[in-house]
């Protein structure tokens, strides 16, 4: 089972524009997908991740720009594509499965251009992609959040998809059930080559699920590229905070080079301006000592770590993560030093 390649993108975006009134809920949007990788789409409420998604599907229609599904026109905001011809697999947040029918017959009902004999098969190749191998009798309401999710996505996925698209799929299971399931849909797409497009509005989920991470704000893709790459190395303020917590430390002319309160910055010289520098919590170390100047401010417990804040000499505060056999109290005095390894990431200024 895998989606349909002709060695094109699977997915091409081109400028794309959508319009509701008077908001621009997607503001020239481009982007590219290669086969067969996973896409997390991430950003806050509202800035047009499930229009984005909509359009990709022919939920919604264009006003400018371009979609390709496989090397396929399927929008160009004149010519449109209907959903059902468009090889795409859907799966949303609500468990859209038939209450009347059985789960095999709830994922056989998709495919189409076979016989049932064959449509069975399919149908049941799809249910082991997806672990229920053995629930092919059971009826909807016999099924757990967890398993009803699990037959949404063998039926989306029971077709051979070209692209699968998923809208917060998982936002209304319980943590360790979504994460559980997370990591059984993402086996699912590697076992059947298929590539996808995430839409998620949890950082965590983003960081986790993708080949590539896209970050949007108002409308607009801030920045794209592999997880790692967007998390270290963000583009701006807005996705720096957006992606995990984060300080932000003034840079300011030391004489010798831009400096911050923790140190010397690595400022490129390409001429992009960073008027600070960030730190994540694991960059930074706290270090007891009557003398210092450094204060804790808070501190949180998170489990496997204690969350500090920390106030530096010139009132700016950072956040570190302290060990859960290493706990400090507030009004600690210390010092905070970089990890070793650990730079200071300059960041430009927010659009
Ligand atoms: P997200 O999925 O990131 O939460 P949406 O794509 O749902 O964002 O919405 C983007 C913007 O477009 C929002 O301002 C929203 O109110 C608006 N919007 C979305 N769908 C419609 C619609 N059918 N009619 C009018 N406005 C819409």
Redesign the pocket.
Known sequence: MSGATNGAPALVVDGAVKR??S?T?IDRISLELTNPDILALV??????????LRSIAGLAHLDEGSIRINGVLVDDSRHRVPPEKRGIGLVFQEHTLFPHLSVIDNVMFGIRDVGRKAARQRASEALEVVELAGFHDRYPHELSGGERQRVALARALAPRPALMLFDEPFASLDPNLRTQLRRDVIGALRATGTPAVF?T?DQDEALAVGDQLAV?RA?RIEQTGPPPNVFHEPANRFVAAYLGEASFLPISDGGAGPVTALGPVAVESDGVEADVAMVRPDDVRFVPDPDGDAVISAIEFRGVTWSCSIMLADGTTVVSNRSHVDPVAVGARGRVEMMPGHPQIPIPADR
Do not use: F, R
């Open positions: 509701y009134d908001t809920a950003g806050p409420s509202g800035c047009g991740k499930s229009t984005l839409v509005h949007m409308g």
